[in-house]
Nanobody
Framework: QVQLVESGGGLVQAEGSLRISCAAS????????VGWFRQAPGKVREFIAA????????NYADSAKGRFSISRDHTKNTVYLQMNNLKPEDTAVYYC????????????????????WGQGTQVTVSP
């Protein structure tokens, strides 16, 4: 079992920045991928980015490239999502998820591919 806990969400003004965190515990292994998703009211859960265990390979949704950055700190067993130039349409609940696997171009972009989920953290961007 893997437990994931998101933190760092909150209210930010448009064009501002925010970094949210995903702390992992439990049976984390060297092949665990961590992904970030978000879900706005009335919308489907949307892929943002994913990172492999070593932190040297990442996948991004096209909508996230240039504004969002995923990274991980093994010393803290934590994955981060740095969000810059935020827009009101970025308002959503942000979730991290993990799965044991190998990250390749184009894979692990769908929610059903992940095994473990955090409870989510709310990000609200005001105009």
């Amino acid at each position: 079992q893997v437990q994931l806990v998101e933190s760092g969400g909150g209210l930010v003004q448009a064009e501002g920045s925010l970094r949210i965190s995903c702390a992992a515990s439990g049976r984390t292994r060297s092949t665990y991928i961590v992904g970030w998703f978000r879900q706005a009211p009335g919308k489907v859960r949307e892929f943002i980015a994913a990172i492999n265990w070593d932190g040297d390979y990442t996948n991004y949704a096209d909508s996230a490239k240039g504004r969002f950055s995923i990274s991980r700190d093994h010393t803290k067993n934590t994955v981060y999502l740095q969000m810059n130039n935020l827009k009101p349409e970025d308002t959503a609940v942000y979730y991290c998820a993990s799965v044991q696997g190998i990250l390749r171009p184009g894979n692990y972009r769908r929610p059903h591919e992940y095994s473990y989920w955090g409870q989510g953290t709310q990000v609200t961007v005001s105009p």
